[in-house]
């Protein structure tokens, strides 16, 4: 069994020194030597890797496409798994309105398959690199009051458990609930089947306000199908979105905003420059053109320069007190704050971790470039956000950088008792724990 893994021809992915590997995020900040990657080819291989690891009582963990800042994978002496080999759609069900797709699948694969077929999910993230089973570990949320989480789209889970088992649950499942948000840490998700809806266009208009007046009239987000805002920091400026079906035929593509995006979130200047180029980022972000365009690519923001971010989800009826809370620190130069707050709403779901279980939220995400010689200049400031945020009832995105303990979050997540039953009995030993979430899970 032991050397059963390494041996399979195109099971090993990448081995360094030893045997041993290196792996690190999207944004460079997380980053380790595994003790080995691997990509399993078929069922039984990945079956075989996994009971590998629990007779050891060997660290696993399943990489996605890598793009949490957080650390959940925590490669460092862990056996880590790419599901590169197991992706595509396993069955449309036109009737049930459904779509199976295995669990390595990217959201842009698994979208251009759905417009193909006429279809599309209710929601969409900003980006759309993540492998689904990735972007449903973490509850990841698009921008609609009236659309929850990715994960709340979830209506079965295949799911490879430590003791070599494959669970199927459905929606007839009391743990469905439990495994919407999973972490990663209940077994290996190997497919998932999502809700689905007629495929159609979205007609999206972008224009620059008075901070004042967005936060003033914040209950209209309550209404929109698609919408937020960026508060441009060191400005009184916002740039709001919104978006909403139509059947106007399709505008052509704006491009990509390219150098300007990199600058605008790498930037380190001092208040007045970042100001002055921020507000004159907001004047030409906000001229007001509609745009009509596929509903994924819509709801698509552009991929950032490597940053390191953290977001909080505060209660809807809260989120006005609490943005201007932030904005008031940061303009007593408290946070250092260089990109701009990105401000996003999600209907309310069941999932027993989401961020948005109970109550229409209000998602609030502030990046910092990463520096990797002195971590501690993104970190203070993220610190700095995080405590003020959580004092308006906030819940830290599980992908993104925070700082809370187990037992803090345990306070606020009803349900965290239930997880952690979920989870110790279909991984005893906790050989999907990586550091972080061991941190928090065994407080
Ligand atoms: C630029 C950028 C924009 C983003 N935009 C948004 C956004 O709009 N909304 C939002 O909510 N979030 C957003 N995120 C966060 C992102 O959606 C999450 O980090 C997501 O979890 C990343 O998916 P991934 O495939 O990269 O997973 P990874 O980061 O690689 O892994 C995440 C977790 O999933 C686990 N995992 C992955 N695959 C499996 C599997 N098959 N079985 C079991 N466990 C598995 C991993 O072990 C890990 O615990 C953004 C991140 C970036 C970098």
Known sequence: MTDAPQSTPGLVLGTGERGRTAWSNWSGAVRGIADRLLAPRTADQLRDVVLDATARARGISVVGSGHSYANLVAPTGRTLVDLRHHRGIVAVDPAAMTVTVKAGTTMRELNQELAAAGLALPNQSAIDEQTVAGAVATATHGSSPRHGTLSSHVVSARILTADGQVRTITQDDP????????????????????????????????????????????????????????????????????????????????????????????????????????????????????????????????LPPPVQGTEYSVPFDRAADAIRALVGEVRRG???????????????????????????????????????????????????????????????????????????????????????????????????LGGHLRELFEH
């Open 175 to 302: 743990e469905l609930d439990g495994v919407r948000v999973h972490l990663g840490c209940l077994g290996v998700v190997l497919d998932l089947t999502f809700a689905v809806v007629p495929g159609h266009r979205l007609r999206k208009v972008v224009l620059r306000r008075p901070l004042t007046e967005v936060l003033a009239g914040l209950d209209r987000f309550r209404e929109v199908h698609f919408g937020g805002f960026w508060w441009y920091p060191h400005t009184s400026q916002a740039i709001v979105w919104e978006a909403a079906p139509t059947d106007e035929p399709p505008t052509p593509s704006p491009g990509p905003p390219g150098a300007l995006l990199s600058l605008l979130c790498n930037n380190s200047w001092p208040p007045l420059v970042a100001g002055t180029a921020h507000y004159a980022a907001a004047l030409a972000a906000g001229r007001g053109r509609a745009q009509v365009m596929r509903c994924d690519d819509a709801l698509l923001h552009h």
């Open 334 to 432: 408290g946070p250092r704050v260089c990109a701009p707050v990105d401000v996003r709403f999600t209907a309310a779901d069941t999932a027993w971790l989401s961020p948005s279980r109970q109550a229409i939220t209000c998602h609030i995400g502030v990046t910092h470039p990463v520096s990797e010689r002195d971590p501690e200049r993104w970190i203070a400031p993220l610190r700095a956000v995080e405590s003020v945020l959580w004092e308006f009832e906030g819940r830290p995105h599980w992908a993104k950088v925070h700082s809370r303990t187990g037992q803090e979050l345990a306070a606020r997540y009803p349900d965290w008792s239930r997880f952690q039953e979920l989870r110790k009995a279909w991984d005893p030993d906790g050989v999907f």
